[in-house]
């Protein structure tokens, strides 16, 4: 007989009492989620987190007298721990997200704006969902290693400047850092890039700029017509599918809002069509970390069309579920390391060209 599954143990952080009683009790009427504690602050959430052994942490970003970040940046290397962070929409609210994901969080979710009764049964559906996702994240990095790792030089031979080659990249959960490895180990010379990460409208801006500040290659949030070149990675909006379109002798890039697919706007598989149809075996597909199955179908019809395809392997994906379906449908040529794709990459593109 096949024993239940344990609840998964939540500890809920938030610096409000009113916050913590509601995600607490929405938290605690999913049956498959036990909430073992609650914590005010950073100093309560760290002995609590050491005394109650919690799967999950759900943390505020904002808090007093140590903010969410700052947390993370001493938790993560002692005690790795997967964290669902839970944001406010605002400017602040989107940079110092994208710093908790920097700082090891393993996801987010927005707290409600508007009509605050119904985003917040919105809001706790996902928060249950990425809490089951976090649960089952891979934070070997963290226990591999006491201090972050230093981006990549960008040391590889540069390449020459070429319209006809595009590298597509997808990615979901743990896909922000995983882009930004990639990115960071690629020369401004590598060909025109699209990425699609899922993250929600605002956040893709941000991102974008912080992307655009280490890379090497010029990263933008992508607005419709811009053209996909040499040295430039194009970032899907959120809310919106982007897709690839032969112009002449260039590619362009159209953005436009429509219904989700795999649940997702933007989505992969979108993406990655678009560019079976118009590049074939001029592009390079590219499945990162990610929950679902988002992708999985594009890179097959890019690998159809004659494009050389790739997918993060297990070890070093925060979640192991795009990348493993890519593979096991066939789409995925090769499965690797994180850290090797960039060097296979520019091998792909430099052969292809040859």
């Not at 913590?20 to 999913?30: C, H, K």
Request: charged fraction near 20%; charge should be neutral.
């Amino acid at each position: 007989m096949q024993r239940p599954e344990l609840p998964i143990r939540v500890l809920v952080v938030d610096d409000s009492a009113l916050v913590r009683s509601v995600l607490a009790t929405g938290l605690g009427e999913d049956p498959g989620i036990q909430v073992v504690g609650t914590a005010e602050n950073a100093f309560v959430a760290r002995e609590k987190i050491l005394r109650l052994s919690p799967t999950v942490v759900t943390l505020d970003v904002e808090m007093p007298g140590m903010d969410g970040i700052e947390f993370l940046r001493q938790l993560m290397p002692e005690h790795p721990i997967p964290v669902v962070m839970v944001s406010a929409l605002t400017e602040r609210g989107k940079q110092v997200t994208l710093d908790a994901l920097e700082a090891g969080a393993v996801d987010f979710v927005t707290k409600p704006r508007a009509d605050i009764s119904r985003g917040l049964n919105a809001m706790m559906e996902e928060l249950g969902w990425k809490i089951r996702i976090a649960a089952r994240a891979n934070l070997a990095r963290w226990k591999q290693q006491r201090h972050p790792a230093e981006a990549p030089a960008a040391r590889h031979r540069a390449l020459a400047a070429s319209t006809d080659q595009i590298i597509a990249v997808g990615a979901s959960t743990g896909g922000t850092e995983a882009i930004r490895a990639l990115l960071n180990a690629l020369p401004g010379t590598t060909p025109g890039m699209v990425l699609v990460q899922h993250m929600p409208a605002g956040f893709t801006t941000q991102f974008a700029r912080r992307l655009n500040e280490t890379s090497a290659m010029e990263v933008k949030e992508a607005e419709q017509n811009d053209r996909v070149m040499p040295g430039r990675a194009l970032l899907a909006p959120g809310e919106f599918h982007l897709t690839v379109a032969r112009s002449g002798g260039i590619y362009r890039v159209n953005v436009a809002r429509g219904e989700k697919v795999n649940g997702h706007c933007p989505s992969v598989d979108v993406m990655m069509h678009s560019v079976a149809r118009e590049v074939g075996r001029n592009a390079v597909g590219v499945v990162l970390t990610g929950m679902g199955a988002d992708g999985a179908a594009g890179l097959l019809a890019m690998r159809k069309a004659g494009a050389a395809t790739l997918a993060q392997d297990e070890a070093t994906s925060v979640v192991y579920g795009m990348p493993k379906v890519a593979f096991e449908n066939g789409g995925a040529q090769r499965v690797l390391p994180l850290e090797r794709i960039p060097a296979e990459i520019l091998h792909l593109v430099s052969h292809e060209r040859a």
